[in-house]
């Protein structure tokens, strides 16, 4: 069975440029989240969906970060406009409601010089 | 004071030694409780849940004290592929069952 999936596994941007991250959850899952882990300060919640609809995101930085989710097999982590500080592993995860037992995808290892 | 907190690390052990990594979490409305592990350059996975009547799976032993709010895993007869990260995880009805993870403990184990 497919796990979790994220691309790009790698990006490397230049500060003010926009990324977006992708994600697509495992088939079935209602509940989707997006983590940033950094040496700093760990593993840290985005935000996060429940039947495709935002629930909470008060893990959201900054009005750079935006996030969507159109259906329910897809959604994207977007930051507009990068910064350096920005750089951080972005993982992405599912699972069949709130409750339940998260599955984390590879992660995708953004570098913003 | 951080929601989740664990042990420094990192713990270097030779092969075949007992280890114990300790946790401590400050809300007390704090509900679930997981330990998750997570190898270098991968994504975490969850290794187990921890109850109240404390738990095993194999070589891997939880605790959970609800009154010192403090979880615990012991790893006996450490084996190589043991060597990650160990991240304590909690989680409340009241964070909308938001999972909130300790920034985590490296263990290497040594042949």
């Known amino acids: 069975d497919a796990g979790v999936i994220q691309s790009p596994r790698h990006e490397v941007t230049e500060m003010g440029q926009e990324v977006t991250l992708r994600c697509k959850p495992i088939s079935g899952h209602n509940s989707l989240f997006w983590y940033r882990q950094t040496m700093m300060r760990g593993l840290e919640l985005l935000i996060y969906?429940?039947?495709?609809?935002?629930?909470?995101d008060s893990g959201m930085p900054e009005d750079r970060f935006s996030a969507k989710m159109p259906n329910a097999s897809f959604s994207t982590l977007k930051i507009q406009p990068s910064e350096p500080r920005d750089s951080a592993v972005y993982f992405c995860a599912s699972s069949l409601n709130r409750q339940e037992t998260q599955y984390f995808g590879p992660g995708t290892r953004l570098l913003v010089l | 004071r951080k929601e989740v907190e664990q042990d420094p690390g990192p713990f270097n052990v030779p092969e075949g030694a007992t280890v114990a990594f300790n946790c401590t979490y400050s809300?007390?409305?704090?509900?679930?409780f997981f330990w998750y592990r997570q190898d270098c350059r991968k994504e975490p996975k969850l290794l187990m849940s921890?109850?109240?009547s404390g738990n095993e799976d194999g070589r891997f032993t939880a605790q959970l004290n609800r009154a010192s709010q403090y979880i615990s895993l012991l790893i006996r007869d450490s084996k190589l592929s043991d060597s990650a990260t160990y991240l304590c995880v909690v989680t409340r009805v009241s964070s909308n069952y938001k999972l909130t993870f300790g920034k985590g403990t490296l263990l290497t184990v040594n042949p």
């Open positions: 969906f429940n039947n495709n609809v935002p629930i909470d």
């Open positions: 921890v109850y109240s």
């Open positions: 809300n007390s409305a704090s509900q679930s």
